[in-house]
């Protein structure tokens, strides 16, 4: 449960954050009116009074795309940056598992030919061998 929630889970909900939070009515930071009670009686002047101004929206977005861009010391899932084991079965272990890895990937990659919008979040290379924030 650890290596999922620092790895697969972690890449699900951080790497594509600036993608969809970059255009700030997806993920606005914050309201400056509550939002609407009742359906049908929002114009676009509530609406653009509702959400952030220019500052806060820069801010927000600053954030998304720092939390959200690849790290300088990115290992993907599966690779380990030193060499940790070098007895038989866990080095075997270890090379299995990238091969698993690497399979997936070009599955994905496969599937993602076919997409307008591909789905890359979860491709083994684009995800951390754990939170690298």
Same mark, same amino acid.
């Given at each position: 449960?650890?290596?999922?929630?620092?790895?697969? #889970? *972690?890449?699900? +909900?951080?790497?594509? #954050?600036? /993608?969809?939070?970059?255009?700030? $009515?997806?993920? %606005?930071?914050?309201?400056?009116? $509550?939002? !609407?009670?009742?359906?049908? *009686?929002?114009?676009?002047?509530? @609406?653009?009074?509702?959400? $952030?101004?220019?500052?806060?929206?820069?801010?927000?977005?600053?954030?998304?795309?720092?939390?959200?861009? /690849?790290?300088?010391? *990115?290992? !993907?899932?599966?690779?380990?940056?030193?060499?940790?084991?070098?007895?038989? +079965?866990?080095?075997?272990?270890?090379?299995?598992?990238?091969?698993?890895?690497?399979?997936?990937? /070009?599955? @994905?990659?496969?599937?993602?030919?076919?997409?307008?919008? %591909?789905?890359?979040?979860?491709? $083994?290379?684009?995800? /951390?061998?754990?939170?690298? @924030?």
């Amino acid at each position: 449960m650890v290596i999922f929630t620092a790895s697969a #889970q *972690h890449a699900a +909900v951080n790497n594509g #954050q600036f /993608d969809f939070g970059g255009w700030m $009515p997806n993920y %606005p930071s914050a309201l400056r009116k $509550p939002p !609407p009670k009742e359906k049908g *009686h929002t114009t676009e002047d509530t @609406i653009l009074e509702t959400l $952030p101004d220019v500052s806060t929206t820069v801010n927000g977005m600053a954030v998304l795309r720092l939390l959200s861009k /690849d790290s300088a010391d *990115h290992y !993907p899932l599966g690779h380990f940056p030193e060499n940790l084991y070098d007895e038989d +079965v866990p080095c075997k272990l270890i090379e299995e598992f990238q091969k698993d890895l690497r399979e997936l990937s /070009d599955l @994905i990659e496969e599937r993602n030919k076919k997409l307008e919008l %591909p789905y890359t979040y979860l491709n $083994p290379k684009n995800v /951390d061998n754990s939170v690298a @924030i």
